[in-house]
């Protein structure tokens, strides 16, 4: 028996942000959040004549995910229980601590959350939420899944906002005891969650509605039994007798399948979630909410330890005694006895858990408690052993036996016995040890209400979880701030606040052009305001010495979530010669009007060595960089705030950045030419940048004097490389970087896209700019109308891609399109697109061409350029072969084959004015002759060449050129025997033509030929 007094030693948290009572409470005294998100199940539950089970389950719903973080202890106390079920039953009949089979079944597999557990995962459960009240129709069997939400809404105020504020609000140090890499507030947030509690001022909740009886009337009719009637279960119910007949056990409820429906409707990943084993470990849940928040049989003492701070173990001993022996006659029997020590046990668990001693408390507590008595620990009340270090000291070295001190028990003790010390010696105006500093709590948690509510109405994209370690080193940095009294608004919670270049984050130090268009960075922010709020930007010398200047400032009001931006003249502040930036957070006396307060400066310098107890402390040494407050480049504040949060950003003058980088390519493939804008009259020169292929930039590849555009460079063959470029000054600033440019020698066009082909006698590819477009079938192969002719258009390099569709081969005929279009650019970088289609119609065929061109954003109506029609119903997609297209100045130009016997045997030429693609005229180049698709192209002095495979000459292919205003060459240029189609791109007067060679081992060749100055 004597082992219960140690729940109230160690009372207080797992570290859930708030105490179970506490988010029951909390969720009593703000029901209208529900007013607009439910109207009907708000009426049920705070309406003229609320619903008793509609606030039990939602009650319940309040302390959910804390009761899945304890499967482990409920489990076990549910084993012990079932153990002695045979000596319970032979005394008592139907009490709750007869364990049924079902209830020791379903806890022996624990519910398991694959994705993120419900304390922090508010997007899943507030799409539960919204599934539910679409989906259940009796709006008080919603209660446990809205519950659940609300307890998850309000413990994200408390981890982002009234913890770390709490600390932050005045002056408080954390010992050198404390982990880097530990949760910077785990000891505050323990403290917060034992003694807010203690300032419930009504804890009627308990009895009249979490543990109340129900009396069975007869039939289906029941009514509610008198407050404090019910121990121990959350659905006891009573005959007119006052017989107990039926308790949690027995029935089997809606709400708890609610919560399973729609977990699975809403793809919550979670192992083993039933109906029937949620209600199991709910029912080991209440013994222990009995056990740590119930009363006296009868009534009185509603709310245990936590409600009564001014006990002494004595009188918590006399409770806990009289609890067991109302209830369970415990003095009479000795097993009963033991029982009720186990659940003791269980509750220290609970509440202690691994936040602190992480010891085996169902081997010493028994033999711990006694010591404790005997050791006379005094009449203080409870709170005094957590408040002071003696407290601990005599807990630790008078009441825990010698064979149980293990050097990590020890080592534990040590790190809070140091917190403790530390706060207690050198904390000011909120000591986090003291109950006396947690009095405001509970008004400050419910001057939420209305954000709470936002957060319900909106959902995840109002308010999350946006960045739990930044909130947390908020209130450690607020912490080494002094104030002058405790007439000051709280430090707000903080999730954002950074500086930023657009939307991107920047902390190393950066240039600033002090020529040029004014250059502006913002402070981006989103806070938690607990009243009126100021926050400002600073310019300062750099090492933060000389007098600083304010350069903008913004009023906050509150409470309410605070959520933009800042904005300095960056280039302003660096001209009245300013090298370092920073922010700072203040909040308003609440009795003096106009007076505010430091609570958080992000050049924390002063601050660091205001006090031995923060520079000569490891802790403080580790995640305040030793108390300099500049980033470089690899100390990112975004991603690991803990160590290199807040911070003051490092700005330094430079020359205007140049700009319009270009590469201009040489004859001579192994050279090109670097380009660039000049934009500034201060520099002393440049330095280019280069990076081969996917390796490091070499930053000093080259350095060129001040006003020069061009550099030359070599480059080596198929290889790619970037190149930026910077201007520097003669005091060795850098100016922002240019643009960035890649070239890969030999490479005509490339693209990263996957749809790109290699088979190609038309280009499917072609880019121009930012701008990439990319010509494909969709559905090819799938005939009968389904296939289409489409294409992707990028204007950002090819990272994102919009999908047109062009055309859908002949419907309603058999249809299909002649493999792939072929797609150009004009002298504009405007895409022209050309596709054969063939189409059985009931008696003939036809064959046609048909090209379109994309302008106004967005494709033309294709209009046909060649049609033909030909006998029989059987069309063969090789009658005429996939185009070959190129565009000369303003006409277009198509080359094909037929290779239907007969009169439409040959190699074809269709020429058409692009401002009137219907008016086109065919040339037949070589008749009577079939083969493989054709390529055409121009060459740059105006040269057509055309390459042509040919079945005759066993798949010889051959090359024929003209000239301008001159005829094609007769005698044809034999390039290979057995080739495959070909395809041809030019540049300069070369012409490039790569083709398929299955007669030189099945290999990929290049020919190529040179037209300048009339020669081959």
């Not at 010698?402 to 909120?430: C, F, G, P, Q």
């Not at 859908?808 to 054969?836: C, E, F, K, M, R």
């Not at 070959?884 to 190699?907: A, H, P």
């Not at 007067?989 to 081959?1016: C, R």
Request: aromatic residues 16%; negative net charge.
């Amino acid at each position: 028996m004597s082992r219960l007094i140690i729940i109230i030693i160690f009372t207080g948290s797992a570290l859930f942000a708030f105490d179970p009572a506490y988010h029951i409470y909390l969720g009593s005294q703000t029901f209208d959040v529900w007013q607009d998100f439910d109207p009907d199940f708000y009426e049920q539950l705070a309406g003229p004549n609320p619903n008793t089970e509609a606030r039990r389950f939602y009650y319940i719903g309040l302390t959910l995910p804390d009761m899945f973080n304890y499967q482990d202890g409920i489990a076990n106390l549910i084993d012990k229980l079932y153990d002695l079920r045979d000596e319970i039953e032979a005394i008592f009949d139907k009490v709750p601590l007869i364990i049924q089979d079902v209830t020791k079944n379903n806890v022996q597999a624990r519910v398991i959350f694959n994705d993120p557990p419900p304390n922090y995962n508010l997007q899943k459960l507030w799409e539960m939420a919204n599934w539910t009240r679409e989906h259940q129709s009796e709006p008080c069997h919603r209660a446990l899944v809205y519950g659940t939400l609300m307890h998850v809404i309000q413990d994200l105020f408390a981890h982002q906002v009234l913890q770390p504020s709490r600390f932050g609000h005045g002056f408080a140090v954390a010992s050198d005891s404390m982990n880097a890499y530990y949760d910077p507030l785990m000891l505050v947030e323990f403290y917060h969650e034992l003694f807010t509690p203690t300032y419930i001022q009504n804890w009627d909740f308990i009895k009249d509605r979490l543990f109340r009886a129900r009396i069975w009337l007869g039939g289906d009719f029941y009514t509610d039994a008198n407050p404090g009637v019910g121990y121990f279960d959350f659905q006891p119910i009573y005959n007119l007798a006052g017989q107990r007949i039926e308790g949690w056990q027995d029935r089997n409820f809606d709400d708890v399948q609610t919560f399973v429906d729609a977990a699975n409707a809403k793809n919550y990943s979670i192992q083993n979630l039933t109906r029937e084993r949620l209600e199991a470990y709910i029912h080991g849940w209440s013994l222990m909410m009995f056990l740590l928040y119930g009363y006296r049989k009868g009534g009185g003492d509603y709310g245990g330890v936590l409600a009564h701070p001014n006990w002494t173990f004595s009188q918590i001993f006399n409770y806990y005694w009289d609890m067991g022996d109302d209830y369970f006659r415990v003095s009479q029997v000795p097993n009963l006895c033991a029982l009720f020590q186990t659940f003791g046990a269980e509750g220290l668990e609970y509440w202690f858990g691994a936040a602190l001693f992480d010891l085996g408390v169902d081997d010493i507590l028994q033999e711990w408690t006694d010591k404790i008595i005997e050791a006379y620990l005094g009449s203080h009340p409870w709170p005094w052993y957590f408040e002071n270090p003696e407290g601990i000291d005599l807990v630790y070295w008078n009441a825990i036996p010698l064979e149980y001190k293990t050097d990590s028990l020890e080592h534990l003790y040590h790190i809070v016995r140091r917190e403790i010390e530390y706060w207690s010696n050198y904390a000011s105006i909120m000591k986090p040890n003291l109950r006396t500093s947690y009095y405001r709590e509970h008004p400050d948690a419910v001057a939420f209400k209305p954000m709470i509510k936002a957060t319900l109405d909106n959902g995840y994209s109002y308010y999350d979880y946006d960045d739990w370690n930044l909130s947390r080193k908020a209130g450690l940095s607020g912490g080494i701030h002094s104030i002058p009294d405790a007439y000051y608004r709280r430090q707000p919670g903080i999730s954002k606040m950074r500086f930023q270049d657009g939307s991107t984050p920047i902390f190393a130090p950066m240039s600033i052009a002090i020529e040029g268009p004014a250059k502006y960075i913002d402070l981006n922010y989103k806070v938690v305001t607990f009243g009126p709020t100021i926050l400002e930007i600073w310019g300062k010398n750099e090492g933060g010495g000389g007098t600083p200047s304010l350069l903008n400032s913004q009023n906050l009001s509150g409470p309410q979530i605070c959520i933009g931006c800042l904005s300095i003249n960056a280039q302003s502040a660096v001209n009245q010669g300013y090298r370092e930036i920073s922010f700072v957070v203040k909040t308003k006396n609440i009795e003096i009007p106009d007076l505010y307060s430091v609570m958080l400066d992000s050049d924390y310098r002063d601050a660091y060595n205001s006090h031995f107890a923060i520079y000569n402390n490891q802790y403080y040494q580790s995640v305040f960089k030793n108390g300099d407050p500049t980033r470089t480049a690899s100390e990112n504040p975004i991603d690991n705030p803990i160590f290199w949060w807040p911070y003051v950003l490092s700005v330094y003058p430079a020359p205007a950045a140049p700009s319009n980088l270009i590469i201009i390519e040489q004859f001579d493939p192994n050279s090109i030419i670097l380009q660039w804008q000049d934009n500034s009259s201060i520099e002393a020169g440049f330095k280019i940048a280069r990076k081969v292929d996917d390796g490091e930039w070499n930053e000093n590849y080259k350095t060129v004097g001040a006003n020069t555009t061009q550099c030359p460079d070599t480059v080596s063959f198929l290889q790619k490389y970037s190149y930026k470029v910077r201007a520097y000054d003669d005091q060795g600033y850098y100016s922002d970087w240019s643009n960035i440019v890649e070239f890969t020698s030999g490479v005509l066009v490339q693209s990263d896209y996957s749809k790109m082909s290699a088979y190609n006698n038309g280009s499917k590819v072609v880019i121009h700019g930012n701008c990439v477009y990319i010509a494909f079938v969709k559905n090819k192969g799938n005939y009968g109308g389904a296939e289409k002719v489409c294409c992707l258009r990028s204007t950002d390099g090819g990272l994102t891609f919009i999908e047109n569709e062009l055309w859908t081969a002949g419907q309603p005929y058999w249809s299909g399109l002649i493999d792939y279009p072929s797609l150009t650019l004009d002298n504009n970088g405007t895409p022209h697109v050309v596709w054969g289609d063939i189409a059985n119609r009931t008696y003939d065929c036809y064959r046609k061409y048909y090209y379109s061109k994309f302008e106004e954003d967005n494709w033309t109506t294709p209009v046909s350029i060649y049609g033909r029609v030909l006998p029989g119903e059987n069309p063969d997609s090789t009658y005429l072969s996939p185009p070959s297209f190129v565009i000369k100045g303003d006409s277009g130009f198509v080359t094909f084959r037929e290779n239907f016997s007969g009169d439409y045997e040959g190699l074809n030429l269709i020429r058409f004015a692009l401002s009137n693609p219907a008016g086109r005229v065919i040339e037949t180049i070589r008749p009577g002759q079939y083969g493989f698709p054709p390529a055409i192209d121009f060459v740059q002095n105006g040269s057509a060449v055309l390459a042509y495979p040919d079945y005759e000459y066993e798949g010889e292919l051959f090359l024929i050129y003209r000239y301008v205003n001159d005829s094609w060459l007769e005698d044809p240029l034999s390039l290979a025997e057995y080739a495959g189609v070909p395809s041809i791109c030019s540049k300069y007067d070369i012409a490039y033509i790569t083709y398929h060679h299955q007669y030189n081992n099945d290999s990929v060749a290049l020919a190529t030929l040179h037209l300048g100055g009339g020669g081959e």
